[in-house]
């Protein structure tokens, strides 16, 4: 999708294969930016550490991911226990694997579903392969919760006494998990 002669950028459709589109940019100093604003709230200067991407295979699109971006498969992808808060009422056994790639700048966490119902796999049967959430470093766990809170956010995983939690923000269809630094 886009790109062609003359082009300083094209989106590569990858949803089918790796869960997202990719966009690729000529260098150096041909990249559109969007204009640096200063943060406009107490969340806004965390940085982000990686984003994550849910699919239903996931050596089939780790592998892909690795494939195209000159990369060697992680060794081992590990099954992740989870911490779900005292409120929950789907299914505790459920848990993920996970394969992360670290990048410059950022990493990319490949993630799949294991053990039944679990809000992974509510999110593939309603989207697809596709962006699950964005794993933000942050300090102040209780804070930054409280903060989401007051903005219709809700606690899905996790906790502030844990050190990382999923606050999900319906109005924005965005998981943020916060980790503390």
């Known amino acids: 999708v886009g790109g062609g002669p003359g082009a300083t950028s094209a ?10 589109t990719l966009a690729l940019s000529e260098l150096p100093g041909t990249r559109q930016t969007v204009p640096t604003q200063s943060p406009v709230s107490k969340f806004a200067d965390n940085p982000v550490g990686y984003i994550s991407l849910i699919v239903p295979d996931i050596e089939q699109s780790a592998a892909a991911f690795a494939k195209l971006i000159g990369a060697s ?32 700048g950022i ?3 490949y993630t799949t579903a294991v053990g039944g119902p679990s809000p992974w796999t509510e999110s593939l049967a309603k989207l697809g392969p596709t962006m699950h ?13 409280a903060y989401f809170e007051e903005k219709g956010g809700k606690l899905v ?4 006494d844990i050190g990382y939690c999923w606050v999900e923000i319906p109005q924005l269809s965005t998981v943020f998990e916060l980790n503390g630094k």
């Open 133 to 145: 959430h964005l794993g933000i470093l942050i300090s102040g766990m209780k804070d930054k919760i």
């Open 73 to 104: 498969m992680p060794n081992n992808i590990p099954d992740i226990p989870i911490v779900y808060p005292p409120d929950y009422t789907g299914n505790r056994d459920a848990h993920t694997r996970l394969a992360m790639f670290p990048l410059s």
């Open 107 to 109: 990493s990319v966490a």
């Open 157 to 160: 995983i996790g906790g502030a």
């Open 11 to 20: 989106a590569i459709d990858m949803r089918s294969i790796l869960g997202f």
